[in-house]
């Protein structure tokens, strides 16, 4: 009786690891984690739709307000600059309200903004109107990737965290669109309108924000344990990644493992003086690793001049005998390169969690240098021809479609989702602040220069000066950068500290993880799975 027994017992232990370890379906997306990110990277939407009706109202605002061409340089300008204070006040904000009433005052900031300068009289006044939208845009441009990295499942952080730059293209069409839609109102009134508009985006903001929860890692930071454990429930892909995140957030907090009570105290935390410290008297390898990378990626994707063909394309077609002469067909051109812009970025999200940050952003760089080449060689074969060059005309439009097809399928989106997911819990909101402004600053700098840099060494030499700061970006990020897809936002930061030997880091860590797995089969070949033995 005993004997006939142990078969059967044989064949289930021998069924059941192979059950265990079928292969695991893919988890299906967080509805909630996307709808909560959508919903913040709609912030993106302002300084989009800033940028693409900026560059058709420019015009008819030097009509109407009898300025000059530097004076229509700074207004458009302008606010990249101004965004500089905004987002360096947004990490400390954020700090202090929370994530998501500072999503609240960036719609206020930009509604106010937008009003001011659709009403403006004069110059002053429109001024101070792209002043207070700047800050908006500031806000903005901080608080969407910081929010979705935080609330997001490690599984698709590279997807939800890239919806900002989604977002943003999504803004640069319709501000295109409004241009075109209202260039034939009388010129006081057509350019107010297109602006005006500005004000609506913010508005269904607001209300959604009601909707949406608090940051879990904020949370936490309160001690508000039990608010960021449900939050987490329903922002991860099952339960135990949900425990994992919270005990991962509360280490990282500084909060012991045993405190599990929905309120507790949390370590007094200085008012940022410390992160500063942190940053820049006694930064540890790592931390200035971090920095570098976080900052540096800001750096080389506006240096790389994708704000000056996004403003230029009109001006391009006006300078060089291209055959558009008609307003609204150069309207259009600039509609195409919006469309192309939004259809590529929406390819990368999809992209961003299966094939990783490092691949695309080395594709992405290398397709803009010989876009930007192109580009560049064109144009000036363009400039010295005493004749319309169709051909070169053609492969310049081309040239620039390529340019933001590649730059948006990589570098656009990247430089926000690596930024937002590599600075530590404690460094993150400061962190990404510095990213976003040193972004502003570069966007304002080649937004307020261009047209005086085409000047002072022909259209074409400016895009053969980008197409070198994009070479010099390519090594900057094969060198410095290790891939973070998959990784959780604690753990990542194991990668960082080593500089130029981070695949050494990489390789030991994966030794690591082998070695780990190794240690879960015994001998006689039973797996373990947490405490419990099968075989």
């Excluded at 507790?264 to 200035?288: A, N």
């Excluded at 005086?452 to 990020?477: C, D, N, P, Q």
């Excluded at 194991?494 to 880091?505: D, E, I, M, N, Y």
Aim: glycine share 8%.
């Amino acid at each position: 009786m005993m004997d006939a027994k142990k078969p059967e017992n044989y064949q289930l232990s021998d069924e059941r690891p192979i059950a265990a370890f079928d292969s695991p379906r893919k988890p299906k997306r967080n509805k909630y984690a996307f709808a909560c990110a959508i919903l913040a990277s709609m912030t993106s939407v302002l300084l989009g739709y800033d940028v693409g009706v900026m560059s058709g109202a420019g015009p008819f605002i030097k009509d109407d307000l009898k300025i000059s061409d530097v004076q229509l340089e700074i207004v458009m300008g302008i606010i990249e600059l101004y965004s500089l204070l905004g987002a360096g006040a947004a990490g400390r904000t954020s700090d202090w309200v929370g994530r998501r009433y500072t999503i609240v005052i960036a719609a206020a900031l930009f509604f106010a903004g937008a009003l001011f300068s659709a009403v403006a009289t004069n110059y002053a006044i429109l001024m101070v109107g792209r002043f207070i939208a700047g800050l908006g845009v500031g806000f903005a441009l901080l608080i969407a990737p910081v929010y979705t990295t935080e609330l997001a499942p490690a599984s698709s952080r590279g997807f939800l965290t890239s919806f900002p730059e989604v977002f943003i293209n999504a803004g640069v069409c319709l501000g295109f669109i409004s241009n075109y839609a209202f260039q034939s109102l009388p010129q006081n009134l057509g350019w107010r309108v297109m602006i005006g508009l500005g004000v609506v985006p913010p508005i269904f903001l607001a209300l959604g924000v009601l909707t949406m929860p608090e940051s879990p890692r904020w949370l936490v930071l309160q001690g508000r344990l039990g608010e960021a454990k449900r939050v987490l429930d329903k922002t991860s892909d099952s339960k135990e990644e949900a425990q994992l995140r919270l005990a991962e957030i509360k280490e990282a907090a500084g909060i012991p493992e045993e405190c599990n009570n929905d309120v507790v105290q949390v370590p007094k935390r200085s008012h940022g003086e410390d992160v500063w410290k942190e940053f820049f008297i006694r930064p540890t390898p790592t931390v200035l690793h971090i920095l570098i990378a976080g900052v540096g990626i800001h750096f080389f994707q506006q240096a790389s001049g994708i704000d000056a063909v996004v403003l230029a394309c009109m001006i391009i077609s006006l300078n060089f005998s291209s055959g558009i002469t008609r307003n609204s067909h150069k309207l259009l051109a600039t509609v195409a390169v919006g469309f192309c812009k939004t259809v590529f970025v929406l390819v990368a999200t999809f992209l961003l969690d299966r094939v990783g940050r490092r691949p695309l952003l080395l594709s992405s760089v290398g397709g803009m240098i010989v876009s930007l080449g192109t580009l560049g060689t064109c144009l000036t074969i363009i400039d010295r021809s005493e004749k319309n060059v169709t051909w070169a005309v053609a492969l310049a439009i081309v040239s620039m479609l390529s340019f933001v097809s590649t730059f948006e399928i990589g570098m656009g989106p990247i430089a926000w989702v690596y930024s937002s997911e590599i600075f530590p819990l404690r460094l993150r909101a400061q962190g990404t602040a510095m990213g976003t402004a040193m972004n502003r600053l570069m966007s304002g700098v080649i937004s307020m220069t261009f047209l005086s840099l085409t000047k002072a060494i022909t259209t074409g030499g400016a895009f053969f000066l980008f197409m070198g700061v994009a070479i010099v970006s390519w090594i900057f990020f094969y060198t410095l950068y290790p891939e973070t897809q998959g990784k959780t936002l604690e753990e990542m930061q194991v990668l960082f500290g080593t500089f130029f030997k981070w695949r050494s880091t990489m390789r030991e860590l994966e030794k690591k993880v082998v070695s780990k797995e190794d240690t879960n089969s015994d001998s006689n070949g039973h797996i373990e799975l947490g405490t419990t033995t099968i075989g």
